[in-house]
């Protein structure tokens, strides 16, 4: 059974830091291209960042770029993101998501084969 926990929420200030992890089981993490997603309430889900297989090639939203920082560790199947100088319009709930490597970045969330069940991300101004 597949399985993609996402942790390290919370609330935090503006101007704070956060770093998500999103621990995957059954299945091995250098066969899948990884994303990032998140969905605030009232919007549709976006794409955040991807990641390839081997970590070589990211890609980053306008919106989050020079912020955000994807990276992955397939021997310890964990996928990350390091957030800094978080904005209140960070605030969303926060998903990891998995497809076959063959497929690379971008990644839309209509072709995602596996889901997290996402981690909230709260930025008070």
């Known amino acids: 059974q597949v399985q993609l926990v996402e942790s390290g929420g919370g609330l935090v200030q503006a101007g704070g830091s ?8 059954g299945l091995a993490l250098d066969s899948y291209t ?8 009232g919007k549709e889900r976006e794409a955040v960042s991807c990641i390839i297989w081997s970590g070589d090639y990211t890609e ?3 919106s989050v770029k020079g912020r955000f920082t994807i990276s992955r560790d397939n021997a310890k199947n964990t996928l990350y993101l390091q957030i800094v100088s978080l904005k209140p319009e960070d605030t969303a709930m926060y998903y990891c998501a998995a497809r076959y490597r063959a497929y690379g ?11 997290g069940q996402g981690t909230q991300v709260t930025v008070s101004s």
């Open 18 to 25: 956060l770093r998500l992890s999103c621990t995957v089981s």
């Open 34 to 41: 990884m994303a990032w997603f998140r969905q605030a309430p």
């Open 60 to 62: 980053y939203a306008d």
């Open 105 to 115: 970045c971008p990644m839309d969330a209509e072709r995602v084969r596996f889901w």
